[in-house]
């Protein structure tokens, strides 16, 4: 009976030197290798950060890790079911995320992609500490807006949150100024060459104006409404940014959320929406 229990205890010190042993010898390489995988998780979060696709980027995450767990306590039949899944996941992954990778390969193939510097801060620039903002000067936007609205003048305006866009920032043009009431009024002047097309807001910042939308590809959307509002619609759906459209035909202002389009708002409704949305 001493004899079975020591060997035992013989056998369990065994096993736990070489767990030890497993964690103690780490290489060089394996460092590399964790950092570049760091870096990597972190970039395709950024990435998607602030869009509806991140929620299934943390999913899939999770779901990974799982599969690791279950990998590493020799877990058999619950461990093939999820194998089955692992396995098909990366044409899992080119469906879900088309969007996000043509994103991306564009930006690759962006000709000031690889200019000196460049690699470096896309790969390394964590934003440990985050930015200072400036607060959205609600007032002026609905203000610009119920000027709009009389004048019957069409306008979309994209106020971002967590995504600030860059991607559909980069189909327009560069403006980089403040907020105010005489600046999104000339844009969208019906002569101005910058009405075409959207005004991207960022931290109370026209980062670019005549920018490209995705549309919204719901059958039920009206038929009435243009294509400003299916603009409006198609980039709620895929951010969490805030769009607001004003009609050139009726002066109506909406503002949409989520994919959701909320039409007909006076400015008052609207200063509410606005206010319960940034302060």
């Known amino acids: 009976m001493y004899f079975v229990l020591?060997?035992?205890?013989?056998?369990?010190?065994?096993?736990?030197?070489?767990?030890?042993?497993?964690?103690?010898?780490?290489?060089?390489?394996?460092?590399?290798?964790?950092?570049?995988?760091?870096?990597?998780?972190?970039?395709?979060?950024?990435?998607?950060?602030?869009?509806?696709?991140?929620?299934?980027?943390?999913?899939?995450?999770?779901?990974?890790?799982?599969?690791?767990?279950?990998?590493?306590?020799?877990?058999?039949?619950?461990?093939?079911?999820?194998?089955?899944?692992?396995?098909?996941?990366?044409?899992?992954?080119?469906?879900?995320?088309?969007?996000?990778?043509?994103?991306?390969?564009?930006?690759?193939?962006?000709?000031?992609?690889?200019?000196?510097?460049?690699?470096?801060?896309?790969?390394?620039?964590?934003?440990?500490?985050?930015?200072?903002?400036?607060?959205?000067?609600?007032?002026?936007?609905?203000?610009?807006?119920?000027?709009?609205?009389?004048?019957?003048?069409?306008?979309i305006i994209i106020l971002t949150k967590n995504n600030a866009l860059k991607f559909y920032a980069n189909t327009g043009d560069a403006i980089e100024a403040k907020v105010s009431v005489r600046m999104i009024e000339s844009i969208f002047y019906k002569n101005s060459p910058l009405h075409d097309g959207a005004v991207i807001i960022t931290d109370n910042v026209i980062t670019a104006a005549r920018c490209v939308l995705p549309v919204t590809e719901r059958n039920d959307f009206p038929a009435h409404l243009g294509m400003r509002h299916r603009a409006a619609v198609g980039i709620t759906e895929n951010s969490d940014a805030i769009a607001i459209v004003v009609s050139e035909q009726t002066g109506e202002i909406s503002l949409s959320k989520e994919g959701d389009l909320k039409h007909g708002l006076t400015p008052e409704r609207l200063r509410e929406l606005l206010t319960k949305e940034f302060n």
């Not at 990597?40 to 979060?45: A, E």
């Not at 390969?105 to 470096?120: D, H, W």
């Open 6 to 155: 020591f060997r035992k205890k013989t056998y369990t010190c065994k096993m736990i030197n070489l767990f030890i042993q497993a964690f103690l010898i780490l290489r060089w390489i394996d460092v590399v290798d964790i950092l570049l995988v760091a870096i990597l998780i972190y970039q395709l979060y950024y990435l998607v950060k602030g869009t509806v696709a991140v929620n299934i980027f943390i999913g899939i995450l999770l779901f990974y890790l799982l599969w690791l767990v279950v990998r590493s306590l020799h877990m058999q039949l619950f461990g093939t079911i999820l194998s089955k899944f692992i396995d098909v996941g990366f044409i899992a992954l080119l469906i879900v995320f088309q969007q996000e990778l043509r994103r991306f390969l564009l930006f690759i193939g962006t000709s000031n992609f690889f200019t000196k510097g460049a690699i470096t801060k896309t790969f390394f620039d964590f934003k440990w500490q985050a930015e200072p903002t400036q607060n959205l000067d609600i007032n002026a936007i609905v203000k610009v807006c119920k000027h709009m609205s009389d004048a019957k003048t069409g306008a």
